[in-house]
């Protein structure tokens, strides 16, 4: 991927994605834009390591270290890539997915113990009383915005340099080794 570096870095996929949220029922407002949010991760992370594409592949699998979105949010916060209020809202987001996802029964942004989620996310940066839905929506679209600043400020990771053993150097070792067991 390309970057334009600029402040206008994917404005049109933000606005694309935070107007597909209007039409969505609570349940769709929770599910997609986690799941986008998710993606997100996922390209950040994978613009940040090596180009192994076999390996990098790998850890995004199901049962890879990046397999989940939980561990997508560890993994950015770890390596420095979003900050910790960042984390904490992004880990909200998803159990306020994992609240509309893993029930059959109806439910809204109006359920007292997901409208207490959405009272505790931070980075609303209007700040004023809105409903818990509209909250969770700028939210959101706000730490969007931090994934693709952070897609901006990134340094690509480096491979580590791979050291040659010379015939002498493995001589050496072995006597080592052999001076060690001895003890």
Known sequence: MKKKLDKFFKFDEVIEFRNTLDEETDRGVALMAASFLEGELEELLREY????????????????????????????????LIGKKAYRDLHLIRKIRNDFGHTATPLTFENQRIQNRCNDLYYDALGFDVTPRTKFTRVAVGILAFIHGAHLKMKKCEPSMDYELSDEVKEEAKKAASELTEY
Request: with cysteine; hydrophobic share 40%; net charge negative.
């Open 49 to 80: 390591f090596l180009e192994d594409q076999v390996v990098v592949n790998q850890i995004f699998s199901f049962n890879g270290p990046c397999g989940t979105f939980s561990s997508k949010i560890h993994m950015t916060y770890i390596l420095g």
